[in-house]
């Protein structure tokens, strides 16, 4: 049984289907890419997942639980992390409190607490703390620990935005185009990390991207979508080799 | 320019993060309870309706300037406090006990008003609380039983600690005590987990929703917040005004209080002080001014409310940051000095928001 299962998938907005019928599984420690040409559903998807968007029709599953009904603040609780396409950080915190919102579903003080600052408000700031660190090693953010996100060039932000999603302790990272706008040295960068995510922590990716090399490094597999619907999916080689995914790409 | 080695976790969670904050801080404490020494009871008067100002202040700076949700209406929340209190001590309940019941009051008439109004965004959630500061006004006329109407209520000035409430000096100290105390409040909500998630729903909704910040409880609870620091810095009013009518808690109120938030600083608790400074000292500015002005224009009634939107106007287009913003410029001017860059605080380009999410 798969860790994370899409089935019949359709979402209508008005007339226009950006997800039609989409069904597919991805199995627990998988990297699992999303490719498509621009508007084939890619980003529909991850907002579905996110329950941002509510599905016309179609079930979703995580950990054999639908969750096509939970709420969309609940999902990071289940142990589903994202990323968006084009960066949603607090941009006028610190570094440092973007992440520590990352722990914020392992909240435990009530209010009252909060106002006071108990010992026991002061403990759990720890704590996140502990937790926020190890993924700053990880990730290489010890400079901009208080720097403003305002003040950070664009590569670093992407991080920021990486990192904030791995600090909530995630079974499953959604990734909406981790590379673009990423220079070169960046994207390779990034390419370990997103293994070292898989290998290191344990953790199944979802990712949208469209820089190909890249896509052929680090996917275990891959699902071609177009129009909203699923061209082809499998091994990165047979995508390579695919009649419809070169046609929808390249045309004739 | 100071360098703070960190070696513990402890030193980012602090109030104060090194030793010149806990002695200048302090230093401004002492200066605080030692002013009843050199000043007379008129300028007391006006510190302690500072201290007031600065109360309801924080209230407004945790809902505009933290949550960035916008309110027209906050005087309505003074008035809850003010209205409530002075019932309380009217039916003979002592000031110890009428205080606590009057945040929890205001804190439930928060809640209730923010979750239906709170499904607003924007410029329509601006025109709802406006609405709500007329209906208040409104409901303080006509639900005589409770508010005395038209006719007014006069405040209970009931011994506090062996002192009276008339007693300028004393009602200096309490009120000072009670803007240290609210400060300490907001600024551990702040660090708390609660704080940053008001922060992360000002910032961006959509990633604060998808972190598991439940974004209509928040929101919610901020009003409450809110509601229960102004409806506090209205009982303390309550005391000061000593006889309460409905038209004391109008709309200029509520603007004076978004002025006091804008020219201090959004999203900064120093700059409810500054602001509050600023509010409470500018009519008696305006009132000196008067008299070296030409009569034509010295004697019309509407110069008051016309230099508060001028000055608005102004500080939304050349210091958004307000006067703390002002502050924290000219303190690393010194800090830099002489290699401070004015492009230091320059808003950097704004990567484009996402709109398809």
């Known amino acids: ?252 | 320019m100071r360098f703070i080695f960190k070696t513990k976790y402890s030193q980012d969670i602090n109030i104060a993060k090194h030793n010149g904050d806990r002695f200048w801080y302090s230093l401004l404490i002492l200066i605080m309870v030692a002013l009843p020494l050199v000043l007379n009871d008129f300028y007391l008067g006006e510190i302690s309706y500072i201290c007031i100002l600065s109360i309801a202040g924080i209230g407004l700076m945790i809902l505009s300037g933290y949550t960035g949700l916008a309110s027209l209406g906050h005087a309505a929340f003074l008035g809850v406090g003010a209205y409530t209190h002075a019932f309380l001590l009217t039916n003979g309940i002592p000031f110890y006990a009428s205080i606590p019941i009057v945040i929890v009051v205001s804190f439930l008439v928060g809640a209730a008003i923010g979750i239906p109004i709170l499904r607003l965004t924007g410029m329509y959630l601006a025109i709802a609380t406006l609405a709500l500061g007329f209906i208040a006004e409104h409901v303080f006329i006509k639900w005589e039983h409770f508010t005395g109407g038209n006719r007014g209520l006069p405040v209970p000035q009931p011994e506090f600690l062996g002192m009276s409430f008339y007693d300028s000096v004393f009602f200096y100290y309490v009120c000072l005590v009670f803007l240290i105390a609210a400060m300490f409040a907001a600024i551990n909500i702040l660090r708390s987990p609660t704080g940053r998630a008001f922060v992360a729903i000002r910032d961006s909704e959509i990633a604060a929703q998808s972190l598991g910040v439940n974004l209509g409880l928040y929101k919610a609870l901020s009003f409450a917040i809110s509601g229960a620091f102004t409806g506090l810095a209205g009982a303390l009013l309550a005391h000061y005004i000593g006889y309460l009518a409905p038209d004391i808690f109008n709309i200029f109120l509520s603007l004076t209080l978004l002025l006091l938030i804008v020219v201090g600083g959004m999203g900064s608790l120093h700059g409810t002080v500054f602001g509050a400074i600023f509010v409470g000292f500018l009519p008696q500015l305006i009132a000196i001014c008067r008299d070296y002005l030409p009569s034509s224009i010295g004697s019309q009634p509407g110069l008051e409310p016309m230099l508060f939107g001028l000055i608005l106007v102004f500080f939304i287009l050349y210091e958004p940051l307000g006067i703390y913003g002002r502050w924290m410029k000219i303190k690393l001017f010194f800090e830099l000095f002489p290699t401070y860059k004015r492009q230091t605080f320059k808003k950097q380009k704004v990567f484009t928001k996402s709109d398809r999410v």
């Open chain 1, 1 to 252: 049984m798969s860790l994370f299962e899409v089935k019949n998938i359709t979402v209508a907005f008005g007339g226009v289907k950006a997800l039609n019928d989409v069904s597919f599984g991805v199995d627990k420690g998988e990297i699992f890419t999303i490719i498509g040409p621009n508007g084939a559903g890619k980003s529909t998807l991850f907002n579905v997942i996110s329950r941002i968007y509510e599905p016309s029709k179609g079930e979703i599953y995580f950990e054999n639980q639908n969750i096509s009904k939970t709420k969309p603040h609940n999902i990071s609780k289940l142990g589903i992390a994202r990323t968006f396409q084009n960066l949603e950080l607090f941009e006028n915190a610190t570094v440092l409190q973007n992440l520590l919102l990352g722990r914020h579903i392992y909240k435990k003080t009530n209010i009252l607490s909060e106002v006071f600052f108990t010992p026991s408000a002061r403990k759990q700031e720890h704590e996140y703390r502990l937790k926020v660190e190890e993924v700053i090693d990880f990730l290489d953010l010890q400079h901009y620990r208080d720097t403003l996100i305002n003040g950070l060039p664009y590569g670093v932000r992407k991080n920021v935005e990486l990192a904030r999603a791995l600090c909530t302790d995630p079974k499953l990272l959604l990734l909406d185009e981790p590379s673009s706008g990423l220079t070169n040295e960046e994207t390779i960068d990034l390419g370990f990390w997103i293994k070292d995510i898989q290998s290191l922590l344990g953790i199944t990716i979802i990712m949208i991207e469209h820089d190909m090399s890249f896509v052929n490094k680090v996917s275990d597999r891959i699902l071609a979508l177009n129009y909203g619907k699923i061209l082809a999916s499998g091994l990165p080689e047979e995508i390579k080799n695919n009649a419809d995914v070169k046609q929808a790409y390249m045309g004739e």
